[in-house]
């Protein structure tokens, strides 16, 4: 059984710039949740998606956005980048909203 | 407001020595509690959860956590630690009102040789 995957793993960009990052959820999840790591902190909830709808989200403003595909991968979005967005993305799937989250690796965004 | 407080940033133990990382949290109900760990530059491991039932609930890696209701803890526990343990650890209860999880802000555990 594949685990959560993310990709890239480190990407580097520029402020005012677009980012678009990716998760494939775990076999048999309809969930994925995504959430912002900054360094030394513990991770802040973005938005969860859940069987395609948005089903939830952080205290982050609307320059951050995502999908999920009918597949149950997802793309969180980031417009307009700010030097604080730089941080590590963590994508989490699981089999219910409500039910365990799984965490992928990660992707390491820096904006310079 | 839910909310979870791990209050050791920083905790040193020497190998084969026992740990314990404590978690404390606010929920106003009966929670489900997680401990996740996270290696330097990856992303977080489940070691172990609550739901209902017996409060002593054992893990991958051979942890174990009990949940105590009068001291709302959910304390993270090891006989004897080994240097691949070295990483930080994250104690987590579900927001109430949506599905996502909220977190404390992690212990980094060093261990010495």
């Known amino acids: 059984e594949t685990g959560v995957t993310q990709s890239p793993t480190h990407l580097i960009k520029t402020r005012g710039q677009q980012v678009t990052l990716r998760c494939s959820s775990q076999?048999?999840?309809?969930?994925v949740s995504w959430y912002q790591q900054a360094l030394g902190q513990g991770p802040q909830f973005i938005f969860q998606?859940?069987?395609?709808?948005?089903?939830g989200r952080g205290n982050f403003p609307p320059r951050f956005s995502g999908l999920q595909f009918p597949n149950y991968s997802s793309e969180l979005n980031v417009n307009a980048l700010e030097l604080d967005d730089s941080a590590l993305y963590l994508c989490?799937?699981?089999?219910?909203?409500?039910?365990?989250?799984?965490f992928g690796p990660g992707t390491r965004l820096l904006v310079l | 407001a839910q909310s979870v407080t791990q209050p050791d940033i920083h905790i040193t133990v020497s190998e084969g020595a026992s740990l314990e990382l404590r978690c404390n949290y606010s929920?106003?109900?009966?929670?489900?509690l997680f401990w996740y760990v996270q290696s330097p530059g990856q992303g977080l491991q489940l070691l172990l959860k609550?739901?209902?039932?017996?409060?002593l609930v054992q893990g991958i890696k051979g942890f174990e956590a009990e949940f105590k209701r009068s001291q709302s803890s959910f304390n993270l526990r090891k006989p004897s630690v080994h240097w691949s343990d070295a990483a930080e650890y994250f104690c987590?209860?579900?927001?109430?009102?949506?599905?996502?999880?909220?977190f404390g802000k992690g212990t980094k555990l060093s261990v010495k040789p």
């Open positions: 929920y106003g109900a009966t929670p489900y």
């Open positions: 987590a209860v579900p927001d109430r009102s949506q599905g996502n999880l909220i």
């Open positions: 076999s048999g999840h309809n969930t």
């Open positions: 998606y859940y069987r395609e709808e948005e089903n």
């Open positions: 609550y739901f209902s039932g017996d409060t």
């Open positions: 989490a799937s699981s089999r219910d909203s409500q039910e365990t989250q799984y």
